[in-house]
């Protein structure tokens, strides 16, 4: 006979807001505002994640780049995601700044408020290419605080800091399920959502990225145009230089090809080319996040020659080489980069 379960006892779960309470304790005076903020990303992810699972269905019914029964312009998903953010983030008295890979300036909220001081950076829908056929897609943010001196009336100066002074970042990425993943600078934590219960659930807590890893992840199309070291290391990896012969993943999605990397170990590149001697991913938005995650997790992130968290940087929308992944795949990696310099 099937043991009956009590129908009183309740499994104990964290929310993610459970959670941000908990770590918000670590910053003296933050008060209710650090969570609220958050709160606004959650919010706003949980809306995302709503839209791209409709993704196909809208497509189907023609209402994708219609005119919808208000008048109004049904708007892609890239769009409708960054509204979706600045609407939910706006409205957090805490929040000063918005910058977004959608908007080419700095977005100035609460100018008049003494409160707000943080800025949030973020990339609305990183992968966005792949939601037609799809593929797993996702929302990185990096959260920062006004630096000392700042007018509410500078934007570009709330944001133009180094990734190590981040005092926040992570991604959600809207996958087989919905996972979000952050850190506060006390470790990295996950959570998928429950959609039964519109719940962000603590599933994996304090992840460490394995000390090494079965797969490298780069786009190997251009690979001719990858600086020799780069080509040579990818080499040693594939032929067993490393302990053994690496297999290669590469989804197109950078969130998604992070979440693998940082869950099974391994390294993801997005090299220079001849073409284009910054790579292609933005260091605010982008780059930082990823590496805040990594270096939180035990792992290691360079643009080749430096830390990236150590990059000043100049523009919003920068971009940056990286190279990102475990312990033993990146120690390999400054030796082929430091052969080379
Ligand atoms: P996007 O922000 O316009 O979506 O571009 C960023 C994406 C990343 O998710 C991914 O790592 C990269 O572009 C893939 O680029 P490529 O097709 O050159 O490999
Ligand atoms: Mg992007």
Not at 322 to 335: C, L, N, P, T
């Amino acid at each position: 006979m099937n043991e009956k379960t009590d129908p009183a006892v309740i499994e104990p779960i964290i929310t993610v807001q459970q959670h941000i309470l908990q770590e918000q304790k670590r910053f003296p005076g933050a008060s209710g505002e650090f969570s609220w903020l958050l709160s606004g990303i959650t919010m706003a992810t949980k809306m995302i994640q709503a839209k791209v699972r409709m993704a196909g269905l809208t497509d189907i019914l023609g209402e994708w780049g219609t005119i919808n029964v208000q008048g109004e312009v049904q708007q892609n998903l890239d769009i409708y995601s960054n509204e979706v953010l600045v609407h939910c983030l706006k409205v957090r008295e805490s929040i000063g700044v918005l910058a977004s890979e959608e908007n080419e300036q700095a977005i100035l909220v609460h100018g008049g408020s003494e409160n707000a001081n943080y800025a949030v950076v973020f990339d609305p829908l990183d992968g966005s290419s792949n939601i037609d056929v799809n593929v797993s897609v996702g929302t990185t943010f990096s959260i920062l605080r006004r630096p000392d001196g700042v007018s509410l009336d500078e934007p570009e100066k709330w944001v133009l800091q180094p990734g190590s002074v981040q005092i926040a970042a992570g991604y959600v990425v809207y996958g087989s399920s919905t996972i979000l993943v952050y850190s506060v600078g006390n470790g990295v934590h996950g959570f998928t959502l429950d959609p039964s219960i519109g719940a962000f659930i603590l599933s994996h807590p304090d992840i460490k990225m394995p000390e090494q890893g079965p797969y490298y992840s780069v786009n190997e199309a251009y690979r001719d145009s990858f600086p020799t070291h780069y080509r040579n290391y990818i080499d040693h990896l594939r032929n067993g230089g490393l302990n053994h012969k690496y297999s290669s993943r590469y989804i197109g999605s950078m969130v998604a090809d992070f979440h693998r990397t940082l869950l099974k170990g391994g390294v993801f590149l997005y090299p220079p080319t001849e073409s284009n001697s910054e790579g292609k991913l933005r260091l605010l938005y982008e780059a930082n996040p990823i590496a805040f995650l990594a270096e939180q997790a035990g792992g290691i992130a360079t643009d080749g020659t430096r830390r990236v968290l150590d990059i000043q940087p100049n523009s919003i929308h920068q971009r940056t080489p990286i190279v990102v992944g475990s312990q033993a795949e990146m120690i390999e990696f400054e030796r082929f980069a430091s052969e080379a310099r």
